[in-house]
C-alpha cells in the first residue's frame, strides 16, 4: 500500500489540475466572486484561490482553502441527501 502510494507520487509529482470557477452571490446582495481551483495528483489534495487581482491574474489571489484533503464522507450527509435528494457514486 505504501509502495502505491510512493509510486503515484513520484509519477505525479507536479502535476497539477487547474480549473477557473465563479460564485455568484449577486441575487443576495453580495458580488461576483472568481477563484481557481488546484487539484495536486501527487497526493490528491486541492486548494481554492480567491482571484483579488481586477485583471484576473493568480498572484493577484488569496487563499480562500488552504491545501489538503477533502473528506469524503459527512455525518451530516443523510440529512442533506433527505432534503435535496443528492445520489453520490
Known sequence: MEQDKFKKFLINSGKVLRF????DD???GGDLKRFVVHYFLEDDTLEIKEITDP????RGATTFLGRGKLLKVCK???MWKSIFQITLD
Open 26 to 28: 449577486r441575487c443576495h
Open 20 to 23: 477557473w470557477a465563479y460564485w
Open 55 to 58: 485583471q484576473g491574474r493568480i
Open 76 to 78: 451530516h450527509l443523510n
